[in-house]
């Protein structure tokens, strides 16, 4: 079935780190896929999206190509802040379809 | 990890009616949260559900269209109130405890 599969935190990176959180995804057609954060006390915050093949969204530095040859779509940022501390969720919700599937999430501190 | 059900899954609606959406959380969460993803759009927060206090709404969101009930820590319910078609949306669920989890959507459609 469908689903996304993000990789295992928790994250712990020094301030000026290079970030990358991995996450594939199983889709029947042709998925939408999102990158979300959640600061602690908040809702989800849309970081980035891709609706298409090959497509690269990006936002506040971060980065992710949707590579359907390897069903992934993996978030990157060259150089965290501290104010980067949060929890990244992978998602994707199907054209076809109505269902959302979330990665468990990544949690990520970032340390000075 | 906690389960969260959602329902209806789907359902279509006639204009001028109200709709409650159910979220059940098999384990105490702390937050709940509900948001709306209109067609071709991103999520986006409508309120935080806490238990024991009345829902935060954000920004454009009204208790009086969306009004939301969280009478215990495990429960919450989304009304969406007066039905027009531009509430035609996906509403999804999610709840914040030791970790983060999310229903499968409620897809509403209009008529």
């Known amino acids: 079935g469908d689903s996304v599969t993000q990789m295992e935190g928790p994250v712990t990176l020094s301030e000026e780190a290079f970030l990358t959180i991995n996450c594939t995804y199983t889709a029947t057609g042709y998925p939408s896929l999102f990158w979300y954060v959640q600061y602690p006390g908040e809702g989800l915050q849309l970081l980035l999206k891709?609706?298409?093949?090959?497509d690269k969204g990006s936002n506040k530095g971060f980065e992710a190509t949707y590579r359907k040859e390897t069903t992934s779509f993996h978030l990157e940022k060259g150089s965290v802040q501290v104010s980067d501390s949060a929890v990244y969720f992978c998602a994707l919700i199907l054209n076809t379809g109505n269902q959302f599937y979330f990665g468990t999430g990544t949690s990520l501190t970032v340390i000075p | 990890s906690a389960v969260i059900s959602q329902k209806p899954s789907r359902d279509i609606c006639q204009r001028g009616t109200s709709l409650t959406i159910q979220c059940q959380v098999d384990s105490q969460v702390t937050m709940m949260f509900w948001y709306r993803q209109q067609p071709g759009q991103s999520l986006t927060l409508i309120a935080t559900?806490?238990?024991?206090?009345?829902?935060?709404?954000e920004s454009g969101f009204v208790i009086d269209k969306f009004p939301i009930s969280r009478p215990n820590l495990t429960f919450s319910t989304l009304t969406v109130s007066n039905m027009s078609p531009e509430d035609s949306s996906i509403y999804l669920c999610?709840?914040?405890?030791?970790?983060?989890?999310f229903g499968e959507g409620s897809w509403l459609t209009v008529v």
């Open positions: 559900a806490n238990q024991g206090s009345e829902a935060t709404y």
């Open positions: 891709a609706t298409k093949a090959d």
């Open positions: 999610s709840a914040s405890g030791n970790t983060i989890y």
